[in-house]
């Protein structure tokens, strides 16, 4: 039974923010900005006083942890991150599976970090970035078939940078079609695939530098798109 008036503040509040996204969408036709924003109104939608986070909000002990149950968004935020990240770790043979766990642990110190002092919006994208590279599950977005050079063949070789590569591009063509092209310099883009593809064909750059490469590309391309959209 609903406990008014706080219930009842809650579900108007969470009312409000579904007219204000719906708002935004009336005023932000592009195919890039609908992709990205219908993520939150994915998460708003279902941010109601009894939506959880990924772990027992009961055992939350981090001021990291404490502020995301606290949060209905950055809550929800949380459990889509946990459950991208699930996705992505089981698409991998072991040994990726062991490079993406560490990665996900290194992830999860930065934002006890950067919780201290992070305010809203601001942590609210650290997830987003987050969930861009790792969701959805993406093919590489090339033809293996005809791949010739080091780099190519490193990609298609490895599961977790087939992904890295399809969501780079994916997140990049959505950026190029923000304001009908004319946010977005293609040439910076080739200049950024020229110097990666020097340090893919480098022997001491394996999987983990491959992954890396691709992941701050993402973040740089989504924090750019979200700096100019909230």
Not at 81 to 107: C, I, V
Not at 142 to 162: G, Q
Not at 178 to 207: M, V
Request: glycine fraction near 2%.
């Amino acid at each position: 039974m609903l406990n008014f008036p706080k219930d009842a503040y809650l579900w108007l509040e969470f009312i409000l923010k579904v007219v204000l996204v719906c708002n935004f969408f009336a005023m932000n036709k592009s195919t890039m900005l609908y992709r990205y924003f219908i993520l939150l109104v994915t998460l708003i939608l279902v941010s109601n006083p009894l939506t959880a986070a990924s772990f027992n909000c009961k055992k939350a002990s981090t001021q990291a942890e404490r502020m995301i149950c606290n949060d209905p968004d950055i809550s929800v935020a949380d459990t889509e991150m946990a459950r991208a990240y699930k996705s992505l770790h089981a698409a991998l043979p072991k040994s990726e599976r062991d490079l993406l766990k560490a990665d996900q642990r290194k992830w999860l110190k930065e934002r006890k970090i950067e919780f201290r002092s992070c305010e809203e919006p601001y942590c609210h994208v650290f997830y987003l970035v987050r969930i861009a590279q790792l969701k959805p599950l993406e093919q590489v977005s090339f033809n293996c078939r005809k791949a010739s050079s080091r780099s190519e063949k490193k990609i298609c070789n490895s599961r977790l940078l087939k992904h890295a590569d399809g969501r780079m591009a994916a997140v990049y063509k959505d950026l190029r079609n923000f304001a009908g092209g004319a946010y977005f310099d293609r040439q910076e883009q080739r200049d950024w695939l020229k110097r990666r593809d020097r340090n893919l064909q480098k022997q001491s750059c394996g999987t983990s530098c491959g992954w890396k490469l691709h992941k701050d590309r993402i973040e740089e391309l989504t924090r750019r798109l979200l700096h100019d959209s909230l």
